[in-house]
């Protein structure tokens, strides 16, 4: 995910949420009602801001409303173990 969507997250004090791949079934039926959508033309239905009223859903929320976003903090960590291994310190 982008910028776009992260920037997004943050001015509409939205989250963006990940599932597990494939589980679209299990997914689709901890949706209790859509309420909107909002920004379909801009961003897509895959990203639009999806306004839903959930039960038992799990996911993982991967960008929030203050801006943080796991998918950024997972390249930061990576980078960082991937020059200490290139370095042969591993840790």
Do not use: P
């Not at 379909?40 to 203050?66: H, K, L, N, Y």
């Amino acid at each position: 995910m982008g910028n776009s969507t992260l920037e997004a997250c943050r001015k509409y004090g939205c989250v963006y949420l990940e599932a597990v791949g494939g589980a679209a079934c299990v997914t689709a039926h901890a949706i209790r009602e859509v309420k909107g959508v909002h920004l379909m033309a801009e961003f897509g239905r895959a990203e639009a801001m999806w306004v839903i009223d959930v039960a038992g859903m799990e996911c993982v929320v991967s960008m929030d409303t203050r801006g943080q976003s796991l998918h950024e903090e997972v390249r930061l960590r990576s980078g960082e173990r991937l020059r200490a291994l290139i370095e042969g310190s591993g840790k």
